[in-house]
């Protein structure tokens, strides 16, 4: 089994399996209660995202979910997701 990995650059980034498990306890100790989680319309139909999205509104957390993003992202992706971030 792969151990999860830290670094920082210049945020700290965690990775490797059942890590995304920490983002609902790690939002909160941020006192971040709605971000915004972006992906492309091919991570949104899959299981997984939903499975982060149903534990982090158990945990009290209710995030905004942009998906209008291309694979391989673009300024007016960028630019489109920071209209829906100040919104």
Do not use: W
């Amino acid at each position: 089994m792969i151990n999860p990995v830290s670094f920082s650059f210049p945020t700290a980034i965690r990775f490797g399996p059942g890590v995304v498990s920490e983002l609902g306890s790690y939002l909160k100790v941020q006192n971040k209660k709605r971000p915004l989680l972006v992906c492309d319309s091919g991570i949104q139909k899959l299981d997984f995202l939903n499975q982060i999205l149903d534990d982090l509104h158990s945990q009290g957390i209710q995030p905004i979910l942009f998906c209008e993003i291309q694979p391989n992202p673009v300024k007016s992706d960028v630019l489109a997701g920071k209209r829906v971030y100040l919104e």
